[in-house]
């Protein structure tokens, strides 16, 4: 699995308090593999099965195989792919 699913998370407010949770792609990714294998009847019974279905399998891989061909790309241009972080947000951009 790439770095790249450690650090795009799934912002998600809890309907009960609002409180904001913060998921991984790779804690999506691990539920789903989970709940393939668990055998709870639903979301209630396991929380790895309530994670698995809020983002799509195939798009989360879909997203780390481009960004693993875009690191590939960098490197033979001697470069390198990073995630930067809020203390390096351009200012002129506005926060989302």
Same mark, same amino acid.
């Given at each position: 699995m790439?770095?790249?699913?450690?650090?795009?998370? +799934?912002?998600?407010?809890?309907?009960?308090?609002?409180l904001e949770?913060? #998921? =991984?792609?790779?804690?999506i %990714?691990?539920?789903?593999d989970?709940?393939?294998e668990?055998?709870?009847?639903?979301?209630?019974?396991?929380?790895p099965?309530? +994670?698995?279905?809020?983002?799509?399998?195939?798009?989360?891989?879909?997203? #780390? =195989?481009v960004?693993?061909? %875009?690191?590939?790309q960098?490197?033979r241009?001697?470069?390198?792919l990073e995630?930067?972080?809020?203390?390096?947000?351009?200012?002129r951009?506005?926060?989302?």
């Amino acid at each position: 699995m790439t770095v790249l699913a450690n650090y795009v998370v +799934f912002k998600l407010a809890c309907p009960s308090c609002g409180l904001e949770n913060d #998921l =991984t792609l790779s804690q999506i %990714l691990l539920s789903q593999d989970l709940a393939a294998e668990c055998s709870c009847r639903g979301e209630s019974e396991c929380p790895p099965f309530y +994670f698995a279905g809020l983002l799509d399998h195939v798009d989360i891989e879909e997203l #780390l =195989t481009v960004w693993r061909r %875009l690191e590939t790309q960098a490197d033979r241009q001697g470069g390198k792919l990073e995630i930067l972080g809020p203390a390096h947000r351009d200012p002129r951009q506005p926060a989302r």
